[in-house]
């Protein structure tokens, strides 16, 4: 599998990445079997795998940390922090307090003395950028974590975040894991073109557009559709849209010679700004899918028949991006006197 420099980081990793969110409660809950699945993505090529302390409740980090003994070295092992780990509110977010908390509970549970790569899996819009970006160099320099980034982050937060690095003298953000597929492409207007600026690394997360892309004949039937049935409603005003851009998106795989997912994995990895594609595969069968199409690329006249269904910077459900919405969007209150 082709490698690629993770931006000003300077890991080499591979252009497929193996997303962990899908080993433990949430989905595979046979740890022999996940660990088995871990283990064939490396013998595979992929070397960096994502996952979170958020993930089945840390159940996810367990996992890789069993599956991880004894080639832990040949790994670039990233996981995040910063969602809800229980009711306390000190319990979240990217407060010094909570940071340094996390990093010491990941640890523990990937069974490992240093981290990779350290992202915030949100904004926290509570927390002064300077606050978190001071407690994650701190950690870089105890030599807890090699590197520090930020996930689902919109251009104006990544800008703001570098800026504050280079005003308090501290680390800055090298990476960004947003969100990307041919169904959600709005991060192609401000953040993709962000994070070019600023040299960072970016690994995007769904590309199959959370099983949309997946090439699965009933949808409503399929692991994703039983957590959240109502974003796989084909009946709904963007179930439609989305329904519709499939039609046509077959019909481009099908004269590319290709099968769906691999359309829009490769569709994902053609974008300059794009280090690393996270899949998440829940079984073996899943990972061999897509693992397959690694090495294929698409024309320019293939991606020019991808813009006219779903034309560039365009997200067909909004919901797809609600994590980067802001507070004084959600919340009436910061908008009404």
């Known amino acids: 599998m082709r490698r690629r420099i ?5 890991m080499s990793v591979s252009e497929f990445a193996l997303g962990a969110m899908m080993f433990g ?3 595979n809950q046979d740890h022999d079997d996940a ?18 302390d958020v993930y089945s409740a840390g ?43 996390a990093v010491e509970d990941s640890l523990r549970r990937l069974d490992t003395d240093y981290i990779d790569l350290y992202q915030i899996h949100r904004p926290d819009h509570e927390t002064e950028i300077g606050e ?13 974590i090699r590197a520090f980034g930020s996930s689902t982050f919109p251009a104006e937060k990544i800008v703001e975040a570098q800026w504050a690095a280079q005003a308090q003298g501290s680390h800055r953000f090298l990476t960004e894991q947003p969100r990307y597929s041919i169904l959600t492409r709005s991060l192609e207007a401000a953040v993709l073109p962000t994070t070019q600026r600023y040299g960072m690394g970016v690994l995007t997360y769904s590309p199959l557009n959370s ?60 974008h300059p700004g794009v280090t690393s594609v996270l899949i998440g595969p829940r079984t073996q069968e899943q990972l061999d899918g897509l693992v397959s199409g690694a090495d294929l690329e698409l024309s320019g006249d293939v991606l020019d028949r991808i813009d006219e269904i779903v034309p560039p910077g365009v997200d067909l459900d ?20």
């Not at 993770?6 to 300077?10: D, E, F, K, S």
């Not at 978190?132 to 807890?144: F, Y």
């Not at 994995?265 to 053609?270: C, G, K, N, P, Q």
């Open 211 to 270: 099983g949309w892309l997946s090439g699965h004949a009933n949808l409503a039937s399929s692991h994703r559709a039983s957590m959240l049935p109502s974003r796989y409603d084909p009946s709904s005003p963007t179930g439609r849209l989305k329904a519709a851009a499939l039609t046509r998106l077959n019909v481009v795989a099908d004269d590319a010679g290709m099968t769906l997912p691999h359309l829009a994995t490769a569709f994902v990895r053609a």
């Open 6 to 10: 993770l931006g000003a980081t300077g």
């Open 25 to 27: 409660r949430m989905g």
């Open 318 to 337: 909004p919901l797809d991006n609600y994590a980067a919405e802001p507070p004084a969007l959600l919340d009436a209150r910061l908008r009404r006197r």
């Open 132 to 144: 978190t970006l001071s407690a994650l160099s701190d950690l870089v320099r105890a030599g807890k």
């Open 59 to 101: 159940e996810s980090e367990e996992i890789l940390g069993r599956a991880l003994k004894g080639r832990r070295d040949d790994v670039v092992l990233a996981t995040k922090f910063g969602r809800p780990m229980g009711d306390d509110p000190n319990h979240r977010g990217g407060s010094r307090k909570w940071i340094l908390r």
């Open 35 to 52: 660990v088995r699945i871990i283990h064939s993505a490396l013998d595979a090529g992929i070397n960096i795998i994502d996952t979170a």
